[in-house]
């Protein structure tokens, strides 16, 4: 079992940036698979960038690929998402979401644990 908990979320204004944070459970965090996902208001819940267990591999939308970055700590337990130049809509509320098979994917139903959520508004 592993439980994921995220945290940096916040209110920015547009062009600012933010540094999220999950924190994982777990002795085999560091063979998972991690993604972020997000859900805007009235919006279906979506793929932000997905990692390797190693670090070596990285897959992200289109929407977010060149403004966020993701990368890991396997010695922390935890996965970050930088995101810089933040837009309007990118709020949303922020998931991390492990795969217990290592396989980096953007199909929510092949994570196997999900955070609760950490909320992110850009607004002027």
């Known amino acids: 079992q592993v439980q994921l908990v995220e945290s940096g979320g916040g209110l920015v204004q547009p062009g600012d940036s933010l540094r999220l944070s999950c924190a994982a459970s777990?002795?085999?965090?560091?063979?998972?698979?991690l993604g972020w996902f997000r859900q805007a208001p009235g919006k279906e819940r979506e793929f932000v960038v997905a990692i390797s267990w190693s670090g070596n591999t990285t897959y992200y939308a289109d929407s977010v690929r060149g403004r966020f970055t993701i990368s890991r700590d396997n010695a922390k337990n935890t996965v970050y998402l930088q995101m810089n130049s933040l837009k309007p809509e990118d709020t949303a509320v922020y998931y991390c979401a492990a795969n217990q098979e290592g396989v980096v994917t953007t199909i929510q139903g092949r994570y196997d644990y999900w955070g609760q959520g950490t909320q992110v508004t850009v607004s002027s």
């Open positions: 777990g002795r085999t965090f560091s063979t998972y698979a």
